[in-house]
């Protein structure tokens, strides 16, 4: 080949490349159209979130009156948003917590899915289903610090993943504000907590949580999936108000209505 020839080959390869990516991503959205990363459902554009319709409307949201500072539906009658009775008696450490929806049908199952099945994907559609309801209950919000509640390592170890740290990156990506994975270190294995009442889950979670470093009032959202009587969210709240933490918000995707 001389060198014109050369030149010529050296030039088209590139362009050759980007012709050939341009095209398999062409047959990628063939063959891969844009889904549905609950139900697998074609959708007709990669916005997120990228969950379809018919998902949207099966999942349980709070539509109606909650606390507003723990966020407990209340499903008994109808009115404005107050601060419900277990909140008035005993104030939470945290300002106040923000969710998607109740942890019951569909949000149930897809947090199931995202804990435990692997579907990683919901991360980016949860991430963004909260940063929404963040904006919207509190548009002036700021936070300087996105905190993940973590996983004991025994059970870090077993599933591979922290679900809480993923849609932590999914909000820090769309605010680019940065996330501490480490602040916050689980220092006990914990029995699980289903089954058990408030009392028993605060006995059962104390001193399980430590702050890793000091911190210099910095206002913080701590990232969780699913809050059932706040005995988790409180614990880790104490320990970053003791690590010098100036206020702290919860942001769960599903609320369980109290059950002890
Ligand atoms: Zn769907
Ligand atoms: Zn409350």
């Not at 309801?133 to 300087?144: G, H, I, K, V």
């Not at 996105?146 to 990156?169: E, K």
Request: with cysteine; net charge positive.
């Amino acid at each position: 080949m001389n060198e014109s020839g050369r030149k010529k080959a050296g030039k088209s390869f590139p362009a050759f490349f980007a012709v050939l990516k341009e095209e398999l991503s062409g047959l990628l959205d063939v063959f891969l159209p844009c889904a549905c990363c609950l139900c697998g459902s074609p959708l007709p554009d990669s916005s997120h979130p990228r969950l379809c319709l018919a998902c949207m409307e099966q999942i349980p949201w709070i539509k109606g009156p909650r606390c507003l500072c723990c966020a407990l539906p209340f499903t008994d009658f109808g009115g404005e948003d107050h601060v419900c009775g277990a909140c008035l008696q005993s104030p939470p450490p945290f300002h106040r917590v923000t969710t998607l929806g109740i942890y019951d049908g569909l949000m149930r199952q897809a947090i199931h899915q995202f804990k435990y099945n692997g579907n990683i994907h919901l991360a980016t559609a949860f991430g963004h289903l909260l940063a929404d309801a963040l904006t919207t209950e509190e548009p002036s919000s700021r936070f300087d610090l996105l905190v993940p509640v973590p996983l004991h390592r025994n059970r870090l170890r077993s599933r591979t993943y922290n679900q809480s740290l993923l849609v932590a990156q999914a909000l820090a990506s769309r605010w680019k504000i940065p996330i501490h994975s480490r602040l916050l270190r689980r220092q006990l294995p914990t029995k699980p907590q289903q089954g058990l009442s408030l009392s028993e889950r605060l006995r059962n979670l104390s001193g399980a949580f430590a702050s890793s470093f000091p911190l210099q009032g910095e206002d913080v959202l701590l990232i969780d999936d699913v809050m059932t009587t706040g005995a988790t969210v409180s614990e880790c709240t104490s320990a970053l108000l003791a690590a010098g933490a100036g206020r702290v918000e919860i942001a769960v995707l599903a609320r369980a209505r109290r059950t002890g």
